[in-house]
């Protein structure tokens, strides 16, 4: 599975949109890439995932460049609710071991009053 | 009003006894997954099982045995072996081969302490 890097922390204020870039320059070609989210004590949740250029649901967008060495998971107009860890991981999910996620440290994201 | 369950949310034992953990889903999938987290750190896969009566080591699977002998409960036996036991466990599932999805679906949680 492609080894991703992201930021430590990111620190943001209420009714701003947060973009969180995550590298990952090894990417396969039939890698995809997800984004996980985890509030404290609480497993995480599944928020968004995607192959190339642009993928918008109602929690956030993800946006792919066309060499997909990087991706930036965009969250509009957050919330104090939306402080978490959030993860990026890169795997083929059709795959025989597509199941096994890696899990790296991920972005601790801090929204202010 | 499926998902999953892990009990109890918290867990307390002495060194060198061996516990046991509970996960049970309703969601109907066929895989199931065992997670460690430490403070601060990412997750990492203990074990994994694909279908009943079959599962795989993950990368931590020292000191820790699983049980698949049923597709809705995969429980997580802490043993006197790990060094390490205090932690938070989560257990999660998904659909298995042939799915277009990354989507695992996680528990709520156990966290154990060993004293």
Redesign the interface.
Known sequence: LAKTTQPISMDSYEGQEVNITCSHNNIATND?I?WYQQFP??????II?GYKTKVTNEVASLFIPADRKSSTLSLPRVSLSDTAVY?C?V?D??S?G?????????TRLAVHP | DGGITQSPKYLFRKEGQNVTLSCEQNLNHDAMYWYRQDPGQGLRLIYYSQIVNDFQKGDIAEGYSVSREKKESFPLTVTSAQKNPTAFYLCASSISRGGNSYEQYFGPGTRLTVT
Do not use: D, E, H, V
């Not at chain 1, 004590?41 to 599944?46: A, E, Y």
């Open positions: 995809y997800t004590s609480q497993g995480p949740r599944f995932q993860y991981l795997g999910p059709f025989g597509y199941n096994k996620l890696i899990f790296g440290a991920g």
